[in-house]
């Protein structure tokens, strides 16, 4: 580890930037938006993720034993428990995919959340060790561990959560009734001329509503995920050398402030998309 | 910082996995929990029904003890009157039998003793007629005399 940091220490921006850059394919984003660009470190990671979480529900569900619950049925029979009681508290009227939806951003943001309690250095260069044995220049093998620290990930969620809050609301209010919910709310009149006036502000103001919903949920779980990745990269930036008890005490604390921040925000991200997907569920007499 | 296609690749793991989750964690633990919840919900019910169920028959054993008792006791309690009633009874009988043996043998007595007196009459009536006759040297004609036979018996 100390080899290839060696470097990167010696010029801490360097060092930074490297840590930021995506493995990628069709090289790195011009613009804000480039869907030429595909990053396989993030993608690959959220796989395996993915994958570890469907084996091991896999394995539970299957040979689930409804007297004597132990180990890790326990802890998923918990965490089923949890968001289904959330989901019956904030959205009684859900229907069977909420639930499902739920703990799956629950689970899979905390899992990837979780990555940054790994070193910051450590899988990265494990993956440009490997890398260079395939002779790869291994300061151009760029590794990012967090999914969550990049806005694909986020916006994914929230796009989701986005695209089933239109489908809810659709679905309670018929598309006649959500065109309305943009022209009466949120200023409603009872004349009609009133009403008239006020449309075109109504129709602003839930655009607006309607997209904050998605992007600030989003941007909620990248920023709080990627301060968090870059504190760990300033801290990494101590080094090895003399101020190497500094690394380690102050990495200790802030790993364990962030174990914090990586189920607070999985709970918030979770709790967001149920309510969001009440509120869109109710019936336009109930706004 | 960048939004990339890597985002519809994101979407496309999340919705597989959700409905993976849904399919093969979701369901059979929501099934077994409810499952479990009707169970001890089943269990406890059970053992309320089951207690209700002794409390009564510790009751119904209660009373039956009671009524068992309250028998009981009715029975000594015969047992004793109808004793004691033999008892009295035998009693009185007793006393009455002795009444009976004492006055019959007052009867006799008294009977006894008028016969005895009679006899003794008659015989001192017939002693004084001999020792009159004896006195006189005549015989006293019992016929003519029996008046004052009979008086002087009497007073005797």
């Known amino acids: 580890m100390s080899e290839s940091n060696a470097p990167a220490i010696s010029n801490p921006v360097e060092y930074i ?114 890398a260079s044995i395939f002779g790869a220049d291994p300061h151009h093998v760029y590794f990012k561990v967090v999914p969550t620290t990049n806005l694909d990930t986020t916006f994914a969620l929230a796009l989701m959560v986005f695209l089933l809050i239109m ?19 949120p200023f409603a009149a009872e004349t009609p001329w009133v009403k008239v006036i006020l449309a075109p502000a109504n129709i602003m103001m839930t655009i607006i509503e309607e997209l904050a919903k998605p992007i600030s ?27 190497m008890p500094g690394q380690i005490v102050l990495g200790s604390v802030w790993a364990i402030f962030h174990i914090m921040v990586v189920l607070l925000q999985a709970y918030i991200f979770m709790l967001l998309t149920i309510i969001f997907l009440g509120i869109a569920s109710q019936s336009s007499e109930d706004h | 910082m960048n939004v990339t296609a890597t985002l519809f690749g994101q979407l496309i793991v999340f919705t597989v996995l959700i409905w993976f989750i849904k399919q093969y964690l979701w369901e059979p633990v929501i099934t077994a929990l409810e499952d479990r919840k009707t169970r001890v919900a089943e ?59 004492k006055s019959a043998g007052e009867a006799e007595l008294t009977m006894e ?39 002087l018996a009497a007073k005797i």
């Open chain 1, 17 to 130: 930037q490297h840590h930021l850059q995506n493995l990628s394919i069709g090289g790195q984003p011009e613009a804000l938006v480039d869907f030429s660009v595909f990053f396989v470190d993030i993608f690959l990671v959220t796989v395996a993720l993915a994958g570890v979480f469907a084996f091991v529900a896999y394995k539970v569900g299957q040979s689930l034993d409804p007297d004597k619950p132990t180990g890790m049925q326990n802890i998923l029979e918990m965490i089923v428990e949890f968001v289904n009681q959330q989901v019956k508290d904030i959205f009684p009227s859900a229907d069977q995919w909420v639930g499902p939806l739920a703990i799956t951003i629950f689970v899979m943001v905390i899992l990837m959340n979780a990555m940054d309690i790994i070193p910051v250095d450590l899988l990265p260069s494990l993956i440009a060790g490997i």
């Open chain 1, 217 to 243: 949920m989003g941007l909620r779980l990248f920023g709080n995920m990627f301060a968090g990745e870059l504190l760990f990269l300033l801290i990494a930036l101590l080094g090895v050398g003399w101020a």
């Open chain 2, 43 to 101: 269990g406890l019910a059970a053992a309320e029904e089951g207690h209700k169920f002794e409390e009564q028959a510790q009751k119904q054993v209660e009373e039956e003890l009671g009524a068992a008792k309250n028998q009981s006791a009715e029975l000594i309690a015969q047992a004793q009157k109808r004793a004691s009633e033999i008892v009295e009874k035998a009693k009185a009988d007793a006393t009455e039998e002795a009444n009976r043996i």
């Open chain 1, 167 to 185: 489908y809810y609301n659709i679905k309670s209010k018929g598309f006649a009734g959500y065109l309305m919910v943009f022209l009466t709310h």
């Open chain 2, 113 to 151: 003793r008028s016969r005895a007196t009679e006899e003794l009459r008659s015989q001192v009536a017939t002693l004084a007629i001999s020792g009159a006759e004896k006195i006189l040297g005549k015989e006293i004609d019992s016929n003519v005399h029996a008046k004052a036979l009979a008086e």
